[in-house]
T-cell receptor, first 111, second 115 residues
Framework: GENVEQHPSTLSVQEGDSAVIKCTYS??????FPWYKQELGKRPQLIID?????GEKKDQRIAVTLNKTAKHFSLHITETQPEDSAVYFC??????????FGAGTRLAVHP | DAGITQSPRHKVTETGTPVTLRCHQT?????MYWYRQDPGHGLRLIHY???????DKGEVSDGYSVSRSKTEDFLLTLESATSSQTSVYFC??????????????FGEGSRLTVL
């Protein structure tokens, strides 16, 4: 079955810097790649997603890129702010929205 | 927030006892999921349902069973709880029909401690 690896497990940046989180997946048939953000004590929530027919997608300060050949995708956050501090999860799926998640990245943005 | 509630929100039980967690939705979404969240492992899929009485295994299904007798309810049962099942359990729903995006909407989580 699908396996998703996520790196780094922790990431610390200064406010205003950029942050990049990378994920690789194993099943070449996967076609949907969302990113979820989980603030401390809260439920995970979708922040951005990308489908396999698109190479890049942006939404204000966040962007996701997909390299199908290499089977990896990345989350980019620019101009980080303290409220970006959270755990971020990547995920992949190929059918029925059976999402398989990475282990998560704990992002800390220091003022 | 999507209409999804989990119960109980917190439970402490002893090894060997049965435990049932309930997920209830008011969104009429077709798909329902149970994930467990543990430090260092992220969110791992236990079981999911793609319709009433239609369920399938996820990544870590051993020791768990599920049932979905109504669209709105998805039950997760630990027949004989073990300490390794101490975790935070999240229910999620999604809808790929009628223009749905496939986004997962999560419940608030149920924290289970098995002593």
């Amino acid at each position: 079955g699908e396996n998703v690896e996520q790196h780094p497990s922790t990431l610390s940046v200064q406010e205003g810097d950029s942050a990049v989180i990378k994920c690789t997946y194993s099943d070449s048939a996967s076609n949907y790649f969302p990113w979820y953000k989980q603030e401390l004590g809260k439920r995970p929530q979708l922040i951005i997603d990308i489908r396999s027919n698109v190479g890049e997608k942006k939404d204000q300060r966040i962007a996701v890129t997909l390299n199908k050949t290499a089977k990896h995708f990345s989350l980019h956050i620019t101009e980080t702010q303290p409220e970006d501090s959270a755990v971020y999860f990547c995920a992949a799926s190929k059918r029925e929205n059976k999402l398989i998640f990475g282990a998560g990245t704990r992002l800390a943005v220091h003022p | 927030d999507a209409g999804i509630t989990q119960s109980p929100r917190h439970k402490v039980t002893e090894t060997g006892t049965p435990v049932t967690l309930r997920c209830h939705q008011t969104e009429n979404h077709r798909y329902m999921y149970w994930y467990r969240q543990d430090p260092g492992h992220g969110l791992r899929l236990i079981h999911y349902s793609y319709g009433v009485k239609d369920t399938d295994k996820g990544e870590v299904s051993d020791g768990y069973s599920v049932s979905r007798s109504k669209t709105e309810d998805f039950l997760l049962t630990l027949e004989s709880a073990t300490s390794s099942q101490t975790s935070v359990y999240f229910c999620a729903i999604s809808d790929l029909t009628g223009g749905g995006t496939g986004e997962l909407f999560f419940g608030e989580g149920s924290r289970l401690t098995v002593l």
